[in-house]
């Protein structure tokens, strides 16, 4: 079936309008213009003008050609979805409004969050295990592999990645396997980065990527030999919500793969300090709340999945912990390619990249809400490595659950 969603190349007339009206109420009604719509089309129209036309290579490339208006209200959506008394909120009031409204705190997020990603990261935007001596792009493709051989994805068959990113694991799983995989983002602007990467990998007789909603999947039911996601469906308003649309478009007999980030047994909500870091795991990686491993565990089966195996690979006593990088401790790097990704996460290297942000925004060459942003990613990136340490938090929670060959 083809997808019901607009593609990510709609007519460019269309573009065009809808590039105009969205820039012209931006500059000229500011005040009135507070969320990034959930409509598709405002949607990509919005990231074409916020991030012009053409995928660019680069964070200071990629800083310097945002639209400074657009970015300015995007950073202001974001962070007063949040407000300052948000830890301090006991009913979880403030959660459930960020739930309900998840798409727009996600669009805005990663509107604003990609480009240090890819800058800091890679171009795929997940965690992993490392074994000593193995280096850290290819620790990230071992955990890639890992979830297709564990999903028995193979060769010709139709997968969906449900919040693909920019790609990243769907290039990999599709160079190992040769599957045919749809990546569904509800993202514009990773959406055409993923298309133009699988371009550029030689993949787009194999990969397609749609703009779309994971809590509105726009597919017939029965519609795919597997489903995964890649830490990704943390950041939907439930997983009850989530984990239903997947179970709807699997085919009898298919099956779901998933890394989710949870908290752990280990975490004790009546304690203030765990409390916290929980909170700034939220905050930074705008997630509506940070859910438990029994809720994911509970979802899945009030969906009707067959739980079939599932493990914390963040609790498996190795020695190398999962967020070293974020630790941005050189000593525990395996090779000189891993000390070039850690060093970005040192305090030199922070300080550095928050300072050149800082001065680049200041003169009007980067737009308001830079240092902003890459403030709220270290706060994140300390907070992953403080539940991680305390053994609260996990970004791999790793299952695999079948919907029964027989099902209603």
Not at 11 to 40: F, Y
Not at 372 to 394: H, N
């Amino acid at each position: 079936m083809a997808p019901t969603a607009l593609p990510i190349n709609p007519d460019q007339d269309l573009i065009n309008r809808k590039e105009k009206k969205n820039l012209a109420a931006v500059v000229e009604h500011h005040e009135t213009v507070k969320t990034v719509s959930t409509n598709h089309a405002e949607d990509i129209a919005l990231a074409r003008v916020l991030h012009g036309a053409n995928v660019k290579t680069g964070l200071f490339t990629n800083l310097t050609s945002k639209n400074h208006d657009v970015y300015g209200i995007t950073s202001e959506t974001y962070f007063e979805m949040w407000g300052k008394d948000a830890e301090d909120d006991d009913s979880g009031e403030k959660a459930k409004t960020r739930a309900s409204r998840y798409s727009t705190l996600v669009n805005a997020y990663y509107n604003l969050a990609t480009d240090f990603y890819e800058y800091g990261w890679g171009k795929s935007f997940h965690f992993c295990r490392f074994y000593p001596g193995e280096e850290f792009n290819s620790a990230m493709k071992r955990h890639e592999y890992y979830l297709a051989n564990r999903l028995g994805v193979e060769p010709g068959m139709k997968v969906l990645d449900a919040g693909c990113g920019v790609g990243g694991p769907a290039r990999a799983i599709a160079h190992l396997t040769g599957a045919n995989i749809i990546g569904l983002n509800n993202n514009a602007y990773q959406v055409e980065k993923a298309r133009q990467y699988a371009i550029q990998e030689d993949l787009g007789d194999k990969l397609e990527f749609v703009k779309g909603d994971f809590m509105q999947i726009p597919f017939d039911d029965d519609t795919f030999d597997r489903v995964y996601a890649v830490e990704a469906t943390c950041h939907a308003p439930t997983f009850e919500g989530v984990y239903a649309e997947l179970y709807r478009v699997l085919k009898p007999g298919g099956k779901f793969g998933c890394y989710e980030w949870c908290s752990t047994e280990k975490y004790d909500p009546s304690d203030s300090k765990q409390k916290d870091i929980v909170h700034r795991i939220a905050l930074g990686n705008s997630l509506p709340d940070v859910r438990s491993i029994q809720d994911a565990l509970d979802a899945l089966e009030r969906v009707g999945f067959e739980l079939e195996f599932h493990v914390d690979l963040a609790n498996m006593g190795d020695r190398i912990h999962w967020y070293y990088p974020l630790e941005g401790d050189l000593r525990q790097c395996q090779t000189f390619r891993d000390i070039l990704t850690t060093l970005v996460m040192t305090s030199v290297g922070r300080f550095t990249t928050t300072n050149l942000c800082r001065v680049l925004e200041k003169i009007g060459i980067a737009p308001r809400g830079t240092v902003q942003t890459q403030e709220m990613l270290e706060t994140a990136g300390d907070s992953l490595v403080e539940g991680g340490r305390a053994g609260i938090f996990t970004p791999m929670f790793f299952f695999v659950a079948k919907k029964p060959a027989t099902s209603n």
